[in-house]
């Protein structure tokens, strides 16, 4: 099945640092969603962008919709130790007989107290 | 608690054998989506219903199947199972037919021995 390339694949860091990923993809995507998923539960719901260019925070969690719509960029600032998961971007184009989303491979986080 | 309720959270059963997924979607949510989640595969989309309508189609096997009831809840129907069949199933739920905001469920392990 098709996944976007997210990256890095994982990141070990101590509390209080910031974090950085991102996602790319060969496709244009109308719609880029960010989502953690902690052991055993679901994805759940980050932030959602909609539009090239646009840059929306939830709380420490930045993100931004890349300008030639082919990436996505998640940022999370002083980190603590419950910030630990698995964090997926996930993106959605029209067009097509499809329409659904396409996740990412995953970014494990880690954070040492 | 994203409101989308799935059960049952644990599944173990045999080769060749048929099992059901329930998932209740959030109040109001009309679209359900169907989710396979493997190690070496990741987050694949199955399927995808809208107000009791298939909407669209994604990498679900012939041998399995889907249907959203009147009441909006929705089940999945896995039939003649294989061990590579044995993963995490999501159902995640959206206001809207093209709702890029999916919310998910907690999921069901299914475990084919």
């Known amino acids: 099945g098709q996944q976007l390339n997210q990256s890095p694949q994982s990141m070990f860091i101590q509390e209080g640092e910031d974090v950085s990923m991102n996602c790319t993809s060969s496709?244009?995507?109308?719609?880029w969603l960010w989502y953690k998923q902690d052991p055993g539960e679901g994805p759940v719901l980050l932030i959602a962008?909609?539009?090239?260019?646009e840059l929306t925070s939830n709380g420490r969690l930045t993100a931004q919709f890349g300008i030639t719509r082919k990436d996505s960029f998640l940022n999370i600032s002083a980190s603590i130790p419950s910030d630990v998961g698995i964090y997926f971007c996930?993106?959605?184009?029209?067009?097509?007989?499809?329409?659904?989303?396409?996740f990412g491979t995953g970014t494990l986080l880690a954070v040492q107290p | 608690d994203s409101g989308v309720t799935q059960t049952p959270k644990h599944l173990i059963t045999a080769t060749g054998q048929r099992v059901t997924l329930r998932c209740s979607p959030r109040?109001?949510?009309?679209?359900v989506y169907w989710y396979q989640q493997s190690l070496d595969q990741g987050l694949q989309f199955l399927i995808q219903?809208?107000?009791?309508?298939?909407?669209a189609k994604g990498n679900i096997l012939e041998r399995f199947s889907a249907q959203q009831f009147p009441d909006l809840h929705s089940e999945l129907n896995l039939s003649s199972l294989e061990l590579g069949d044995s993963a995490l199933y999501f159902c995640?739920?959206?206001?809207?037919?093209?709702?890029?905001?999916?919310?998910f469920g907690q999921g069901t392990r299914l475990t084919v021995v």
């Open positions: 995640a739920s959206s206001v809207g037919r093209d709702g890029a905001e999916a919310f």
């Open positions: 496709s244009i995507f109308n719609t």
């Open positions: 962008l909609y539009k090239a260019g």
């Open positions: 996930a993106g959605r184009r029209y067009g097509g007989a499809t329409n659904k989303l396409i």
């Open positions: 109040s109001g949510d009309l679209s």
């Open positions: 219903y809208y107000n009791g309508e298939e909407r």
